[in-house]
């Protein structure tokens, strides 16, 4: 038995000792947690306004704009979310509240 643990994010595989771990039980490296807490904000591609983050189960934060109410993923992050469903199972991703979020019914 293996002593590494994946971050949720990046998937590499760490110490636990190198990790930080969320109330929810989501596990991050040091530079995916910096990433998460530091990512700055983002203009709408459409309507060309400050975007605001929100955070999807602790894993992800997606921009929605308050507009046109478009969502926009960073890179690999919906590649997470599915990930995440997968580990968890869908039926209990959707009770994060990650189903919802995303305007999807169980």
């Not at 599915?82 to 979020?101: D, M, N």
């Given at each position: 038995?293996?002593?590494?643990?994946?971050?949720?994010?990046?998937?590499?595989?760490?110490?636990?000792?190198?990790?930080?771990?969320?109330?929810?039980?989501n596990?991050?490296?040091?530079d995916?947690?910096?990433?998460?807490?530091?990512?700055?904000?983002?203009?709408?591609?459409?309507?060309?306004?400050?975007?605001?983050?929100?955070?999807?189960?602790?894993?992800?934060?997606?921009?929605?704009?308050?507009?046109?109410?478009?969502?926009?993923f960073?890179?690999?992050?919906?590649?997470?979310?599915?990930?995440?469903?997968?580990?968890?199972?869908?039926?209990?991703?959707?009770?994060?509240?990650?189903?919802?979020?995303?305007?999807?019914?169980?």
């Amino acid at each position: 038995m293996s002593d590494d643990y994946n971050c949720a994010r990046c998937g590499l595989a760490f110490k636990w000792e190198q990790l930080i771990q969320t109330p929810m039980g989501n596990l991050f490296c040091v530079d995916c947690w910096q990433a998460f807490k530091n990512e700055p904000l983002r203009k709408c591609p459409v309507d060309n306004i400050d975007m605001k983050k929100e955070v999807v189960a602790e894993i992800i934060q997606v921009d929605r704009c308050t507009i046109c109410g478009g969502i926009w993923f960073d890179k690999n992050e919906l590649k997470v979310v599915q990930e995440q469903w997968k580990e968890t199972g869908f039926r209990e991703a959707a009770s994060l509240g990650v189903l919802g979020f995303l305007g999807l019914r169980v």
